[in-house]
């Protein structure tokens, strides 16, 4: 059983960068994020493997950069110039196969235009 903790996500002006950190109760090997926005089903963002692999959405790439620390049991999701769209609220969990256990309470990212 792993418990996954969201923070970071908040309100930011269209452009701006925000720093959503992810903890984890204990180590696990692949992590992704999600997120979810109003209305619609919620959506793979990025992963990073046990050896700090990653990938993106296509909607993401470039502008977003995933990573971790190992010793913290923490995912960080470096957001570069956000857009309205990438508002949402913003999950980790295991990848490639989210447990639905262990979905936290997310994190709330609000992109003003």
């Known amino acids: 059983q792993v418990q996954f903790v969201e923070s970071g996500g908040g309100l930011v002006q269209a452009g701006g960068s925000l720093r959503l950190s992810c903890a984890a109760s204990?180590?696990?090997?692949?992590i992704g994020w999600y997120r979810q926005a109003p209305g619609k089903q919620r959506e793979w963002v990025a992963l990073?493997?046990?050896?700090?692999?990653?990938n993106y959405a296509d909607s993401v790439k470039g502008r977003f950069t995933i990573s971790r620390d190992n010793a913290k049991n923490t995912v960080y999701l470096q957001m570069n110039s956000l857009q309205p769209e990438d508002t949402a609220v913003y999950y980790c969990?295991?990848?490639?196969?989210?447990?639905?256990?262990?979905w936290g309470q997310g994190t709330q990212v609000t992109v003003s235009s």
């Open positions: 969990n295991t990848f490639p196969r989210p447990r639905n256990e262990y």
């Open positions: 990073i493997t046990s050896g700090s692999l990653t």
């Open positions: 204990t180590y696990t090997n692949a």
